[in-house]
Each structure stands twice: as structure tokens, then as C-alpha cells.
């Protein structure tokens, strides 16, 4: 699904009009089904705005209704190393101060390894 989707009110996806992932998709394993939030931080990005994303991100799946679904998998592309460090230190520390004891899978990556390797390929840093 694309953000365009999130918008309308008739959508099964509407849900995610809160948060608006650049893009949403499931993966279906056996009869598990994985579901996936995927962000794309720009390089121009400013560190202000990349902070609020992903506090935006941690609160959205620390709350996520699980009645529903099961939590999704969030996916992080960076733009260079330093980006990536930077994100992970990020969520690491609001994971310690505000969701200790929530269990959320958070994956960070670099744009390069994505463009060389495909977003579906083992290239994922888990964020514990």
C-alpha cells in the first residue's frame, strides 16, 4: 500500500493514516503473515524531523492494537552509516526510557545495500 491509500476512509488501510509509512506490505509465511512499515530517510533530512519520525514510529507500534494483528516489523532505510548509527542509538535509548518492556522489532539498513540487495534480502540490522 502507498501513502496515497492511507487517506481514504474506505480503506482496510486507513489505520495508517496516523503514521504514513512510505510504503506497508505483508509477507506471507506458511499461514503466518509478517506485516512490514517501511521508512525511507532522505539524506537532506533534517535531525530534527528524523528524531520525530522515529518517535513517531516507536509510539505508534508500542501501541498497537494486537487484537487485530500481529505487530509489524518496522524497517529503517538510512542513508549513509552515519545515519544508521544514529537512528539506532535513537531508538535504543526511547526503547530504554518509554517501552523497556514492550518487544518491538525494529530493522535498520543503508539505501546502498538496498539499491545492490533488495529490500527482501538479509541486509536488516535488528535494533535491541
Known sequence: MLPSDYVNP???YSFLNKIKPHLF???QQGDETIN????NFEPTLPRYQLRK???DYVDYIATWDE???ETPIVLFICSNIADLLYV?????KLLDEEWSDEVLCIRVTT???VRASGVASLIWEEVS
Not at 539506532?88 to 535504543?92: A, F, G, H, L, Q
Open 10 to 12: 474506505d480503506s482496510e
Open 25 to 27: 506490505f505483508s509477507k
Open 36 to 39: 512490514y512499515l517501511l521508512e
Open 53 to 55: 519520525r522515529i518517535k
Open 67 to 69: 487484537d487485530n494483528e
Open 88 to 92: 539506532k542509538r535513537r531508538v535504543k
Open 111 to 113: 539505501s546502498d545495500k
